[in-house]
Nanobody, 124 residues
């Protein structure tokens, strides 16, 4: 099972940008679909974005479409989530997840490895 470590969270003003990173170790990174999910206080965990194991498909939640961009660098065993035009409602703990041979679907139950999360706070 791959181990995941997120980084890049922080405090930013509305309209600002952040780039989250998720570094993987202990598995063949290129065999995994990678996803990002988030959970705000008092709310259910929700899907943000995912990319298929072969990079052929990228899937975004409607709420982030056009503002967030997901990419992967298999040479660095890392996936990136570029977050632009951030809004206060984007405030949450962001989790990276891995799904072996996955298609980049939005279903959390399909992902077998999870990181510890990184906090993103957007002030108004």
């Amino acid at each position: 099972q791959v181990q995941l470590v997120e980084s890049g969270g922080g405090l930013v003003q509305a309209g600002g940008s952040l780039r989250l990173s998720c570094a993987a170790a202990g598995g063949t990174f290129g065999n995994y679909a990678m996803g990002w999910f988030r959970q705000a206080p008092g709310k259910e965990r929700e899907f943000v974005a995912a990319i298929a194991w072969n990079g052929g498909r990228t899937n975004y939640a409607d709420s982030v479409m056009g503002r967030l961009t997901l990419s992967r660098d298999n040479a660095k065993n890392t996936v990136y989530l570029q977050m632009n035009s951030l809004k206060p409602e984007d405030t949450a703990v962001y989790y990276c997840a891995a799904d072996r041979w996955g298609s980049g679907n939005p279903y959390a139950n399909n992902y077998e490895s999870w990181g510890q999360g990184t906090q993103v706070t957007v002030s108004s």
